[in-house]
Nanobody, 124 residues
Framework: QVHLVESGGGLVQAGGSLRLSCAAS????????MGWFRQAPGKEREFVAA????????YFSDSVKGRFTISRDNAKNTVYLQMNNLEPEDTAVYYC?????????????????WGQGTRVTVSS
């Protein structure tokens, strides 16, 4: 089992940047594929980005492609989501997720472990 804790959320103006971190503890971090999802008020949770165990494969939703980057540091047991050029539509609670096997990176049900979320608010 792995325990995930997100940090780095906050309030930012449109066009600004934030970097979210997700620190993992428990079993070997490098065995887990990692994903970021978000949930805006009144909406379903949606995929944002994912990264494979070794960091070779990376995936983004169309809505964030070109603005967000995902990376991981297996030595620090941490995955990052760098968010640039933020838009009000990016306002949501952002969740980190993990699983040791993911066949469909975009589906939340593929991930068994979740953090508590960190709130991001982008003002216009």
């Amino acid at each position: 089992q792995v325990h995930l804790v997100e940090s780095g959320g906050g309030l930012v103006q449109a066009g600004g940047s934030l970097r979210l971190s997700c620190a993992a503890s428990g079993r070997t971090f490098s065995r887990y594929a990692m994903g970021w999802f978000r949930q805006a008020p009144g909406k379903e949770r949606e995929f944002v980005a994912a990264i494979s165990r070794g960091g070779v494969s990376i995936y983004f939703s169309d809505s964030v492609k070109g603005r967000f980057t995902i990376s991981r540091d297996n030595a620090k047991n941490t995955v990052y989501l760098q968010m640039n050029n933020l838009e009000p539509e990016d306002t949501a609670v952002y969740y980190c997720a993990a699983d040791d096997y993911v066949s469909n990176w975009y589906r939340s049900y593929e991930y068994n472990y979740w953090g508590q979320g960190t709130r991001v608010t982008v003002s216009s």
